[in-house]
């Protein structure tokens, strides 16, 4: 599965990493163009996003397709483990291009830390985040990488890195959550900048400082630290509905902004779409009504036979037309195969009289 590294974001330590629908019947035509993108509701990468991590989905999803995030084994992104501090300072470099601010001499190397290998592979990241002066070790020198990450630290780190970029963030009050006590000193004035910049929420009223932060919880840390909007008194996380990931054939996007965007509409399953273009960093489309993948069909030599219960309609597969499977995670299948059994329903996507990728469901 291809994943396109389109992240909206802004900063400048070089960011690399933005009344329902109604479904209607419609009856297919073999002389015509008709392109279609799913819009998930669920996660198309990791089986266990779903359930009670479901409010992390999207983050997690818009992460890995820029690359920033990864699983942890086969379709697996394990969000409730705790992330150590390696890792964290990795999902940092990789959003914020640390490594390659070193290496193309923005910044001066700081040496590292006694306890990281120069083999290991968050070498490089730490030794970039050293020289930024986001990570900090102990008297003794050491970075302690095994060591599991606690929220308040996470938001040190993350305060440190928004603030080598162009963004500037406001004053915050942590006085609502019960436990603000519990927050030590060195650590209040970021969790307080992240709380007013509404990247940090809290949850059931604490902030719980001194927890393990989770790999969901970071995901969704980083993923609003990345989209911040910038308001007079400081750089605010605002949640935007234009803002969608969406499918396309074989191709993940993320961040695509729906030009055509109605708040009356809810963006998700196969919609129409058009005018999908890339302009100055930024991935626009326009969606028009959703499909129900309501149809059988039989595929047989290269031509696919679609039935709707009011008649049959025959249409050749383009000679590099890709199947795909919507359910989670999303994927493309070895081949166009009949419905039946396995798959029960399915709609295709047209152009010029062919198919070119057909979406096939479970149910």
């Excluded at 009344?19 to 419609?26: E, F, L």
């Excluded at 991590?53 to 992104?77: C, M, N, P, Q």
């Excluded at 705790?82 to 291009?97: C, Q, S």
């Excluded at 996007?253 to 919609?271: A, Q």
Aim: glycine share 8%; with cysteine; charged share 15%.
């Amino acid at each position: 599965m291809k994943r396109t590294r389109k992240l909206v974001i802004v900063a400048v330590l070089a960011v690399v990493v933005v009344v329902s629908a109604i479904t209607a019947a419609y009856a297919l035509s073999a002389n015509t163009t008709e392109t279609y993108a799913y819009l998930p509701e669920h996660s198309v990468y990791f089986y266990d996003t779903a359930g009670e991590y479901a409010w992390a989905s999207r983050e997690v999803d818009t992460l890995a397709v820029a690359g920033v995030i990864k699983g942890g084994g086969t379709h697996l992104f394990y969000p409730g483990n705790a992330i150590t501090r390696a890792d964290f300072i990795v999902m940092l470099d990789r959003a914020y291009g640390m490594s390659e601010a070193l290496d193309n001499g923005q910044v001066n190397s700081n040496g590292s830390f006694v306890d990281v290998p120069s083999s290991a592979y968050y070498s490089k990241a730490v030794i970039a985040a050293k020289a930024f002066g986001i990570a900090a070790g102990t008297a003794t020198g050491e970075f302690q990488p095994q060591q599991s990450m606690t929220r308040q630290d996470a938001m040190v780190f993350l305060k440190r890195t928004i603030d080598r970029t162009a963004l500037k963030l406001g004053t915050g009050s942590v006085s609502s959550f019960s436990d603000a006590s519990r927050i030590s000193n060195y650590a209040k004035p970021s969790v307080s900048a992240l709380v007013g910049a509404k990247v940090i929420g809290g949850s059931k009223g604490k902030i719980n400082p001194l927890s393990k932060v989770t790999r969901a919880e970071m995901a969704v840390m980083l993923y609003r630290a990345t989209h911040l909007t910038v308001q007079g008194s400081g750089a605010v996380y605002q949640s935007r509905g234009d803002l969608v990931n969406l499918c396309i054939g074989t191709q993940n996007y993320c961040d695509v902004v729906i030009e055509n965007y109605d708040p009356s509409v809810t963006y998700t399953g196969l919609m129409g779409y058009t005018d999908f273009r890339r302009v100055g960093g930024v991935t626009y489309v326009s969606l028009s009504g959703k499909r129900a993948i309501d149809r059988t069909v039989t595929y047989t030599n290269g031509v696919f036979t679609f039935a709707d219960g009011e008649g049959t309609v025959s249409i050749p597969a383009a000679a590099d037309c890709v199947a795909i499977d919507v359910s989670q995670p999303y994927h493309q299948l070895n081949a166009p195969t009949s419905t039946g059994s396995t798959y029960r329903h399915c709609y295709p996507s047209i152009e010029d009289g062919t198919v070119t990728a057909i979406y096939y469901s479970r149910i």
